[in-house]
């Protein structure tokens, strides 16, 4: 079933290996995980930090692997950024950036918790999807 989810993806240190200004080696399942996520319906939005020459060739490597995006650096295409009106924030439903708590969890990870609706916490160093942690046995009542 096709559905309207927006995704904001950053390109440095997720789609690329973080090589800016340059343009670094793809990420293990990059293009194939963006491929079929779009195939299902969802809208892709680049959500960047670059701009200009650099942007144009962040655009144009995505575009030569199969990737055109929804928006870039926008909430959907043609959108007019009004700084006295508009907040910079984007209208998405996730956001997926090396930067994350817990870090970059890896393509096939990422479409596991997006495809799943998986939720997931941080602990210590490790990210731990919902779905794969034991339940603890309640004591009582209600805990």
């Not at 701009?51 to 060739?57: D, M, V």
């Not at 817990?102 to 990210?127: A, L, S, T």
């Amino acid at each position: 079933m096709l559905n309207n989810k927006k995704i904001a993806v950053d390109f440095d240190g997720t789609i690329v290996d973080d090589a800016y200004p340059a343009i670094g080696k793809p990420k293990t399942f990059v293009f194939e995980t963006l491929k079929k996520l779009q195939a299902q319906g969802y809208r892709l939005i680049l959500w960047t930090y670059r701009h200009g020459k650099t942007l144009e060739e962040a655009i144009e490597f995505c575009r030569k692997n199969g990737i055109e995006f929804y928006a870039v650096n926008s909430s959907f295409e043609g959108e007019v950024f009004d700084s006295e009106a508009q907040s910079r924030k984007i209208d998405a439903d996730w956001f997926i950036d090396d930067r994350n708590l817990g870090g970059f969890p890896g393509w096939g990870e990422i479409y596991n918790i997006i495809n799943e609706r998986i939720e997931f916490r941080v602990e210590g160093k490790e990210v731990l999807a919902y779905s794969k942690l034991k339940k603890e046995k309640k004591k009582g009542l209600f805990w």
